[in-house]
């Protein structure tokens, strides 16, 4: 009897542990599609919409996603906080002189590189080096233009850097040549990267080199661990943060379609959205994820203004009766109402309403189909000559106002055709062959200092950076680099209003919508406000209940 009892049991152990492994062999490949659901304890897992790029290294990225990458492994110096003040963030303070030409900055005793490394001023030299050297080709010079021998430095008129000094490991200066009032904006944007990692490699090898793709060492709340090649990228806390040990071990951005995003917001496999561009509820969706009773949805300004981007050395653009053709021609209100739900603002100029010094007494361009013909007639408009469209995959909204604009272009009588790519390949023939494209939709993201922006789109100095509608006008120009070298608000504000005109008069860029930004959040993740800024710029303080 006990011989028969000792057989059953080890049967049944046997089926038991037989049917345990089967499970595991079917788990296995949901777990490997979304590395968090194997743990959800102490994790954190956000989503967006594409793939950051093969370069996450501050100031040497491709795309816009891999912001969302470095800004959780590197700090700035400086942030603006939710009222719109900067303060200081990786510097403990700062001190601007009498004449407001001199910066001294103090970094944070605590501030260590994740290899252990303390974080110090030939850090920051090293940063400013970077975006100063002649083989910098990148968007984020503008940060620093404004320090004295910066650009002779990037002419290669000099290898030294007379606006940066360091008075000792934690403490700097930085000059500026006249008054450059967006320096302090500046330095909220200059993520700062390690000296002495970095030394060796030479700025044009930046970012192709291994570890642009896999930058193990910064400064910030977490680690990077792995980037899965367009499936997810995982992060682990650092222990020994400057503003306080993370409180979620591990955290993951996941890069998922908005619709499979929902769907796994619902089942609690996705914690967040990124919101701010990133990812974004669709405006058709919202409703939806505000009854799943686990979410909490939350609704921002964006800070993102999207368009149809013209490419201004295309010839069949050259005319500015076509461009303006192309602005009466867009139906913006009927997007916003029918695709955006009317979550969005229609805008005068590509700069976000809202914003610091956006001019509202311009206005829109409003849906006169008949007025955009008139125009092409006048322009001799050859109805045979193609206009090649591209709006990138991954924002879904995004294709579908770029498929009512190809039609409002098609009733006009001009021969669009629209075609998908992915963002990082309509980059590459944007900077490599322009020829390829004549209009691009894409979304850029706004500075709360207008010099910023305007100096990346539409600065000659920024062709082929950020300008990648390789616009170029003299007197824009010469009104960007007048805007920096004022600090009175009044003169600014008429400054940014004379960009705005010609920006609005010239139409170099077609605004279709400055959209807001919703994002939903699992309600066991506690801490995440959604605002203007980015999502994840508190997420040491975010914790698990």
């Not at 994740?114 to 968007?139: A, N, R, W």
């Not at 503003?243 to 619709?259: C, N, Q």
């Amino acid at each position: 009897m006990k011989k028969n009892l000792f057989l059953m049991s080890s049967r049944l152990e046997g089926l038991l542990m037989t049917s345990i492994l089967a499970l595991a062999m079917i788990m296995m490949p949901i777990m490997g599609s979304n590395p968090a659901m194997a743990e959800t304890k102490n994790i954190v897992t956000m989503g967006m919409w594409s793939s950051p790029g093969n370069s996450m290294l501050p100031h040497f990225y491709h795309l816009g996603y891999a912001r969302a990458v470095y800004r959780l492994v590197f700090d700035s110096l400086l942030e603006w906080d939710e009222n719109s003040n900067i303060v200081p963030k990786m510097a403990e303070s700062y001190e601007i002189s009498g004449d407001g030409k001199t910066y001294r900055l103090k970094i944070r005793k605590d501030a260590y590189w994740h290899d252990g490394q303390p974080v110090t001023s030939k850090d920051v030299e090293f940063t400013i080096q970077c975006l100063t050297d002649p083989g910098y080709s990148f968007m984020d010079f503008n940060l620093v233009a404004g320090i004295a021998g910066a650009k002779a430095r990037k002419k290669g008129e000099t290898q030294d850097l007379a606006g940066f000094k360091i008075i000792d490991d934690k403490t700097f200066e930085v000059s500026t040549e006249g008054v450059f009032a967006p320096m302090l904006d500046g330095f909220t944007e200059l993520h700062i990267i390690p000296h002495h990692v970095l030394k060796d490699i030479p700025v044009k090898e930046m970012a192709n080199s291994p570890f642009a793709a896999n930058p193990t060492v910064g400064c910030g709340p977490y680690k990077f661990v792995k980037y899965a090649t367009d499936q997810y990228i995982e992060f682990t806390r650092f222990d020994q943060y400057y503003l306080g040990r993370p409180k979620i071990e591990r955290a993951f951005i996941s890069i998922v379609s908005p619709d499979t995003a929902i769907a796994q917001l619902e089942r609690g496999e996705l914690d967040l959205v990124l919101g701010q561009g990133l990812g974004d509820i669709p405006n058709i969706e919202i409703d939806r994820v505000k009854r799943v009773p686990t979410l909490d949805v939350q609704t921002a300004s964006g800070p993102y203004t999207q368009g149809l981007m013209l490419v201004c050395t295309q010839d069949k653009l050259k005319d500015l009766r076509v461009r303006k053709a192309i602005a009466y021609a867009i139906n913006t209100a009927g997007i916003i109402k029918k695709i955006l739900l009317g979550n969005g603002s229609i805008m005068a100029t590509p700069r976000a309403v809202g914003y610091p010094f956006y001019d509202d007494k311009l206005k829109p361009y409003d849906y006169n189909p008949d007025k955009a013909r008139r125009l092409l007639t006048e322009a001799g408009w050859d109805k045979e000559t193609p206009l090649r469209l591209v709006v990138p995959t991954g924002n879904k909204e995004r294709i579908q106002w770029a498929t009512v604009t190809h039609q409002n272009l098609t009733e006009i009588g001009i021969k669009a055709e629209l075609q998908q790519m992915d963002i990082a390949t309509m980059i590459k023939t944007l900077r490599d062959t322009p020829e390829q494209i004549d209009a691009f939709f894409v979304g850029y993201i706004n500075y709360m200092d207008p010099f910023m922006y305007f100096h990346r789109r539409f600065h000659t100095d920024s062709i082929p950076g950020g300008n990648l509608l390789y616009y170029s006008n003299p007197e824009m120009d010469r009104l960007i680099d007048a805007s920096a070298a004022t600090v009175q608000k009044e003169e600014r504000a008429k400054i940014f209003d004379s960009i705005q005109e010609i920006l609005h008069d010239e139409v170099p860029v077609v605004p279709i919508v400055c959209p807001a930004s919703t994002i939903a959040v699992n309600k066991r993740i506690k801490g995440v406000r959604h605002s203007i800024l980015y999502v994840t710029r508190n997420i040491h303080e975010w914790e698990i209940q």
